[in-house]
C-alpha cells in the first residue's frame, strides 16, 4: 500500500459512515422534542374533548348542529371572517403601497400607526374602541361638536360597532406579508413595462399584482382562519346579538352547563379551522411564504 | 429611499392610495389615543374628554395589590412560555434545514405554522378538560404556559427560518467536512448566525402570549389572574379610570421596550453592514 492509498483509503470509509449517521442523529435530535411536544398539547386536550364530548347521554355533535344559535352563529362567523379578510386585505394592500410610495412624514406616520398596532394589546385596543363607541364616547364627543349630532348615538354592541375594531385588529396580519413583497419585487420589470408605454393600470394589472398576489394571498389566509376564532372584539363590541362560535361555546359551558355540547363544539370548531388552512395552504403554499 | 419606479408607475391612482391608508391609520391611531386620554381624568369615572389632568388613577393602579399581581403572574406566564416556544421553534427551524426531501420539509413547515390558526377558545376548552382529568395540573399554572407556548411557537419558527434562509449554506458543509460533529455545527456555525433572529422571536413571542387572554380565562386557578384577564373582567364592570391608566402603563412599556430593542438591533445591522463593506474594499 502506498503512502496516499493509506492516507485516503480509511478517510473515506471513515467520513462516508458517520456523516449518513450523524445526519439521522442529527434531525432525530432535532425533531423529536418539538414533535412530542406537540403531540402532548395538541392530542392532550382532543382527546380529552372527544372523551367529554361523548360523556352526555345523546349525540353531543348531531345536537349542537341542531341547535339553531349554534347553526345561525356558524354563519355569522364565517360571514364576518370573510368580511374582514376581504377588507383587510383591499385596505391593506394600499396601505403597503402607500408606505412604500409616500413620502417620508407618510411613511413615518402609517409605520407608526402599524407599530402601535402590533405592539399593544389586543386588549388595550378593543378598551380604546369601546371607549370611541360607548353612547356618550369619543365618537359622540367628535359628532357633537361639529353639530351633527345631539342625542347619544346607539352604536355600541351593534354589528356596525364590530367591523371597525376587527379589521383594525386583523389589518396588520395583512399589511406586513404584502409589505415585503411590494419593497422586495423586481424593479427593473416596472421600468421595462413604463419604457414600452404601459399606463399604470396596465402596470399595475400585468406587473404589480401578479408579483403581490402571493403575499395578498398569505395574508388573507391567516386573517380569515384568526378571524375564525375571534372571541375578545366581538363580544365587548358586538354584543349578544352577534355572538361569534367562540361566544356560543363559552356560554355552552359557563352558562348552560353543557360541557359535552360544549366539547363538540370545540371540535367542530378547530377541526373547521384547521381543515380549511391545510386545505388553504396546499392550494397557495401559504406556509412557505411564512417560514 | 424613494421608490420612484413604482412611483411613477402608479401614477395619479397613488392620491387615493395614500388617503385610503392615512384614514386607516386612524383606525390605529384614535382607539389608543382616547385610551391613553380617558386615563388623566380627574373623575372617578371614565369621561371623554377628559375632566382636568391628574395622575391619580396612575397611583392608583401601581399601589393595587390586585392589578400589580396580575401583571407579575402575565410576566411570569410570559416569560416561561417563551423559553418553551423559542426553544421548540428554533429546534424546527433547524431541522427544516436538515431535512432533504420536499415532501417533509412542507409538512414541517405546516406543522410549525399550523398552531397560528387555532382557535383560542376551542383549544382552551379541551385544556380546561384535560385539567379535569389531571389533579396535577388544577391549580396551577402549568397547563396555561404550555398552551400559551403552543400558540407562539409559529412567531419564533417564522423569524428563526427567515435568519436561516440568509445564512450562508456554504458554512455548514465547509464545517462538518473539516470534522465538526452535528451537534458543534449547530453550536458554532449556526446559532451565531441567527441568535438575533431567536431573539426577535422571542420578543415576539413573549408579546404574543403577556398579550393573550382567552387561554387565561379557562386555564387560571381560582383568585390568579393575568393582566389581560383582569382587563377583561374590569371591561366587563363599570370602567373605571384605572382600567385605562393599567392599559396605558402596559402599552407604554412595551412601546418602551420594543422600541428600544428594534433601535438596538437595527443599529446592529447598520454595523454589520458597514463591516462587511470595509472588508469587501479591503
Known amino acids: 500500500m502506498t503512502m496516499e492509498q493509506a492516507l485516503a483509503a480509511p478517510a473515506t470509509t471513515r467520513r462516508r459512515r458517520p456523516m449518513a449517521d450523524g445526519a439521522a442523529a442529527e434531525r432525530r435530535w432535532l425533531l423529536w422534542p418539538p414533535l412530542v411536544f406537540f403531540l402532548l398539547t395538541v392530542a392532550g386536550p382532543v382527546v380529552a374533548l372527544v372523551q367529554q364530548a361523548l360523556s352526555g ?70 378598551i380604546g374602541w369601546m371607549l370611541l363607541e360607548l353612547p356618550t364616547g369619543a365618537l359622540f364627543w367628535v359628532l357633537e361638536l361639529l353639530h351633527l349630532r345631539s342625542e347619544p348615538i346607539d352604536f355600541y354592541q351593534s354589528t356596525a360597532a364590530m367591523y371597525p375594531a376587527m379589521i383594525a385588529v386583523m389589518l396588520p396580519f395583512a399589511v406586513l406579508p404584502v409589505l415585503a413583497s411590494v419593497i422586495g419585487f423586481d424593479r427593473e420589470q416596472l421600468k421595462a413595462a413604463t419604457v414600452f408605454g404601459a399606463g399604470p393600470l396596465l402596470t399595475l394589472g400585468a406587473v404589480v399584482l401578479p408579483a403581490i398576489r402571493q403575499a395578498m394571498i398569505s395574508g388573507g389566509v391567516l386573517v380569515f382562519v384568526m378571524s375564525l376564532g375571534f372571541y375578545v372584539t366581538p363580544l365587548l363590541l358586538g354584543g349578544p346579538a352577534n355572538m361569534t362560535m367562540s361566544g356560543i361555546i363559552n356560554g355552552q359551558l359557563n352558562t348552560a352547563n353543557r360541557a359535552d355540547v360544549g366539547a363538540a363544539m370545540s371540535l367542530l370548531l378547530v377541526g373547521g379551522t384547521v381543515a380549511i388552512y391545510l386545505v388553504a395552504d396546499r392550494l397557495f403554499k401559504v406556509s412557505e411564504r411564512w417560514g | 429611499m424613494t421608490d420612484s419606479p413604482l412611483r ?17 391609520s386612524l383606525l390605529f391611531y384614535v382607539p389608543f389615543l382616547v385610551v391613553v386620554a380617558t386615563s388623566w381624568t380627574e373623575t372617578s369615572y371614565i369621561i371623554f374628554p377628559p375632566d382636568g389632568f391628574s395622575l391619580q388613577s396612575y397611583s392608583g393602579v401601581l399601589n393595587d395589590w390586585e392589578w400589580m399581581d396580575a401583571f407579575k403572574v402575565s410576566l411570569r406566564v410570559a416569560g416561561l412560555g417563551t423559553v418553551i416556544s423559542v426553544a421548540l421553534g428554533t429546534l424546527g427551524a433547524l431541522a427544516l434545514t436538515r431535512l432533504r426531501s420536499r415532501t417533509a420539509r412542507s409538512w414541517v413547515r405546516t406543522l410549525f405554522i399550523v398552531p397560528m390558526a387555532i382557535p383560542p377558545v376551542a383549544y382552551a376548552v379541551g385544556l380546561y378538560s384535560v385539567s379535569l382529568r389531571a389533579e396535577a395540573l388544577q391549580d396551577n399554572l402549568a397547563l396555561l404556559v404550555l398552551g400559551e407556548a403552543l400558540l407562539a411557537v409559529p412567531y419564533v419558527f417564522v423569524m428563526v427560518s427567515s435568519g436561516l434562509s440568509q445564512a450562508d449554506p456554504a458554512l455548514r458543509p465547509v464545517a462538518s467536512t473539516l470534522g465538526a460533529a452535528w451537534p458543534m455545527v449547530i453550536w458554532r456555525v449556526d446559532l451565531p448566525m441567527i441568535v438575533g433572529h431567536m431573539l426577535a422571536g422571542a420578543v415576539f413571542a413573549f408579546a404574543v402570549i403577556f398579550d393573550e387572554v382567552v387561554l387565561s380565562v379557562f386555564l387560571t386557578p381560582i383568585g390568579v389572574k393575568t393582566l389581560p384577564l383582569q382587563m377583561l373582567t374590569a371591561s366587563q364592570e363599570e370602567l373605571s379610570p384605572q382600567l385605562t391608566a393599567a392599559s396605558t402603563l402596559v402599552s407604554m412599556l412595551a412601546v418602551a421596550l420594543l422600541g428600544g430593542y428594534s433601535l438596538f438591533s437595527n443599529r446592529r445591522a447598520a454595523r454589520a453592514r458597514r463591516l462587511s463593506r470595509k472588508a469587501a474594499t479591503a
Open chain 1, 57 to 126: 347521554e345523546g349525540n353531543a355533535f348531531a345536537e349542537s348542529l341542531r341547535m339553531e344559535v349554534f347553526v345561525d352563529s356558524v354563519w355569522r362567523t364565517l360571514l364576518l371572517a370573510a368580511v374582514v379578510t376581504v377588507a383587510t386585505v383591499v385596505v391593506g394592500t394600499c396601505y403597503a403601497f402607500a408606505i412604500a410610495v409616500g413620502p417620508v412624514w407618510v411613511k413615518a406616520l402609517l409605520m407608526g400607526g402599524l407599530l402601535i398596532s402590533l405592539w399593544t394589546s389586543v386588549m388595550v385596543r378593543t
Open chain 2, 8 to 24: 411613477r408607475s402608479l401614477g395619479w391612482y397613488r392620491l387615493p392610495i395614500l388617503v385610503v391608508a392615512l384614514v386607516t
